[in-house]
């Protein structure tokens, strides 16, 4: 079954860092970008970034330089998103999501992360 | 670069048609024919509907329909279903290999 299945939900301090793991299964994991968008309660999805998981080339957007890094482990067909020096406003739903090969759009996504950052 | 905007919300009864706008700038909606169309029932991930602009994915009904004039691109949701109840983003390339998403429409089937 084609899917990207993503890790539990995270209770983070302020100032901590966090890890959130996506895994491919069903489709040959290297051969699409995996980009990671997130949504804060009540607001609108944000992209963060993309990761091509066969080179391991990366694309940070401004908000988040210098804060997030995108990794993967192709042995075992997971990408993984870290955040650092989290603040309240981080707190939200965090998704990975394949990108259609060819265009701009995302056909499969993950089920999503709750990230709570709270003192 | 800023979030594109969306009504907060649309409605309809079975049957009906539903458009939901989505209204950006000339550095991403009106600037690539690369907008999606996704519909997201909470709790589940999201689901790709229309792309670039007005294509629809393998499996997703003749129903769901898109197009784009400037600024602002469209969905449209023909004939109506229950199952069509959900919220529904859209999204436009933004440059730079990044991406820029609408604010989320919540559609009520009446």
């Known amino acids: 079954q084609v899917q990207l299945v993503q890790s539990g939900a995270e209770l983070q301090k302020p100032g901590a860092s966090v890890k959130v793991s996506c895994k491919a299964s069903?489709?040959?994991?290297?051969?699409?970008?995996i980009n990671w968008v997130r949504q804060a309660t009540g607001q609108g999805l944000e992209s963060m970034g993309w990761?091509?998981?066969?080179?391991?080339?990366?694309g940070y957007g401004q908000k988040f330089q210098g804060r997030v890094t995108m990794t993967r482990n192709t042995s075992i067909n997971t990408a993984y998103m870290e955040l650092s020096s989290l603040r309240s406003e981080d707190t939200a739903v965090y998704y990975c999501?394949?990108?259609?090969?060819?265009?701009?759009?995302?056909?499969?996504w993950g089920q999503g992360t709750m990230v709570t950052v709270s003192s | 670069q800023s979030a594109l905007t969306q009504p907060p919300s649309a409605s309809g009864s079975p049957g009906q048609s539903v458009t939901i706008s989505c209204t950006g700038t000339?550095?991403?909606?009106?600037?690539?024919?690369?907008v999606s169309w996704y519909q997201h029932h909470p709790g589940k991930a999201p689901k790709v509907i229309i792309f670039?602009?007005?294509k629809r994915p393998s499996g997703v009904p003749d129903r769901f329909s898109g197009s784009k004039s400037g600024n602002t691109a469209s969905l449209t949701v023909s004939g109506l279903q229950a199952e069509d109840e959900a919220d529904y983003f859209c999204?436009?390339?933004?440059?730079?290999?990044?991406?820029?998403f609408g604010t989320g429409t919540k559609v009520t089937v009446l």
């Open positions: 999501a394949r990108a259609m090969r060819g265009s701009f759009a995302f056909d499969l």
């Open positions: 069903g489709y040959t994991f290297s051969s699409y970008d």
């Open positions: 990761m091509n998981p066969n080179s391991g080339d990366t």
């Open positions: 000339s550095s991403d909606v009106g600037g690539y024919n690369y």
């Open positions: 670039e602009v007005s």
């Open positions: 999204s436009s390339y933004g440059g730079n290999t990044l991406y820029v």
